[in-house]
């Protein structure tokens, strides 16, 4: 759990795993018997409130004049990516970056995802496709501009199926 949230938003990681344990404890009747889906939903749901509440901060600062702070997405994704595929999934939109970390990073199956995401095994599918496509133009198009590195997909085929 703490893995998930450490890879999205470093900074906020425990408060992201201590706020999903609370939520699990008080739904404790409703977690399944595979519950890593379900946290991991819970954990994503809970990450997005906190980067809200931060946006919400950010607009109220912006209205006290002085310098806006930088964002930090790139420093979000884990150190051992190259280059090109950092700059490929920072740019890619939050729903199709989270879909391939989920299958990639946190090894979710499909049926997981689903969960995860709140959505149908088969949307899972097609957002897997979807985005996989897309990285991979971002990445030929850095190819095109820069000749001398050729790009290495580190997002493996396909999540597994599930059970």
Not at 25 to 37: K, S, T, V
Not at 63 to 72: F, K, Q, S, V
Not at 134 to 147: G, I, P
Request: some cysteine; glycine content about 4%; proline content about 6%.
């Amino acid at each position: 759990m703490r893995r998930y949230a450490w890879r999205r938003e470093p900074a906020f990681a425990d408060d992201v795993v201590a706020e999903t344990f609370v939520v699990a404890w008080r739904r404790l009747d409703e977690i399944p018997a595979d519950a890593r889906g379900w946290l991991i939903g819970v954990a994503r749901n809970v990450r997005l409130n906190l980067l809200r509440a931060q946006r919400r901060q950010r607009a109220l600062a912006s209205r006290i004049p002085r310098e806006a702070e930088p964002e930090l997405a790139a420093e979000a994704l884990p150190a051992p990516v190259s280059e090109a595929l950092r700059k490929a999934l920072c740019d890619l939109p939050a729903l199709d970056r989270e879909v391939l970390l989920l299958s990639a990073w946190d090894e979710l199956d499909r049926s997981e995802i689903a969960v995860a995401l709140g959505c149908s095994k088969g949307a899972v599918s097609v957002r897997l496709h979807r985005a996989r496509r897309r990285v991979q133009r971002a990445l030929d198009a850095l190819d095109d501009r820069d000749e001398a590195s050729p790009s290495v997909i580190a997002i493996p085929g396909g999540a597994r199926n599930g059970r």
